[in-house]
């Protein structure tokens, strides 16, 4: 379970508000897709959860442990049960799509691992599985360097579930991909949510949210305006969207 209560963040020399007061409740398993305008805060939040930003205000526990209280137990699990997949994945591109899955990000694993690239023979299958699902098994032996934005999004997503991610948080993960593959990817995730617990926060837009997302929050004056779990939104919801 993770709860938010009072999120507030300012950003820039002004210090212009941008998330006021954000707060919410979530299960494992749920898939909430955020919209809202172009700044509305929908980057923020999400940097906010994987740690990226400082938070102003605002009290974040998950399982049970309080984020802000214990800050080194705290930060240390976000890092590494959570995943930021940021619009343009942060991935080696000297490596291959398969050996960026296999080492996984600096947060989830071993300094050793990353500096030599060694990975346990039976961690292999289950990066190939992974990198199939996703639709990327003639991509594994490519440098990342050699991929589109969206494929480089998707062996992000790959190394994510790899690494054993139990939240996901996804800016944008499926702009620029051609419409069968945003379907094939959000598919994916959606499964994973419903078979494996999977948490995932998500930039979509709102006709693929309303599709796959089994809840909508609409962003708005720095607050959740709408929060909308199993249907789609009134007119009146999408009015400024
Ligand atoms: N580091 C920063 N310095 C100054 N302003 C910032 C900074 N980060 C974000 N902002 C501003 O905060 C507001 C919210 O930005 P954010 O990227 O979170 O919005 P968004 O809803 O994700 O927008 P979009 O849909 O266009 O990606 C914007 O006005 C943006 O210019």
Not at 23 to 47: C, D, I, N, Y
Not at 96 to 116: C, D, E, H
Not at 230 to 239: I, K, N
Request: proline share 4%; hydrophobic share 40%.
């Amino acid at each position: 379970m993770i709860t938010v209560e009072h999120l507030a963040k300012a950003v820039g020399e002004d210090k212009a508000p941008v998330l006021q007061d954000i707060g919410f409740q979530l299960e494992p398993g749920e898939f909430v897709a955020l919209l809202g305008p172009s700044g509305s805060g929908k980057s923020t939040l999400l940097r906010c959860l994987a740690l990226r930003e400082k938070w102003d205000r605002g009290n974040f526990r998950v399982d049970g442990t309080d984020i802000m209280k214990s800050p080194f137990a705290g930060k240390r699990k976000i890092r590494r049960e959570w995943a930021y997949l940021e619009q343009n994945a942060e991935l080696n591109p000297n490596r291959t799509a398969l050996k960026n899955v296999l080492i996984g990000q600096a947060s989830q694993t071993p300094l050793w691992r990353m500096a030599t690239g060694m990975v346990r023979s039976d961690d292999y299958m289950g990066a190939m599985d992974q990198l199939d699902l996703l639709g990327l098994l003639d991509k594994a032996k490519l440098k990342t360097s050699q991929l589109s934005g969206g494929e480089k999004q998707r062996v992000a997503i790959a190394r994510a579930l790899v690494h054993g991610a139990k939240v996901i948080l996804a800016d944008e993960p499926v702009t620029g991909l051609d419409p069968k593959t945003a379907e094939n990817v959000l598919e994916t995730l959606r499964n994973l949510c419903k078979e494996t617990g999977l948490t995932v926060l998500t930039v979509l837009p709102i006709e693929l949210a309303e599709r796959f997302a089994s809840r909508l929050w609409v962003l708005e004056d720095g607050r959740i305006k709408h929060d909308v779990k199993g249907r789609r939104l009134t007119s009146q919801e999408r009015l400024h969207l």
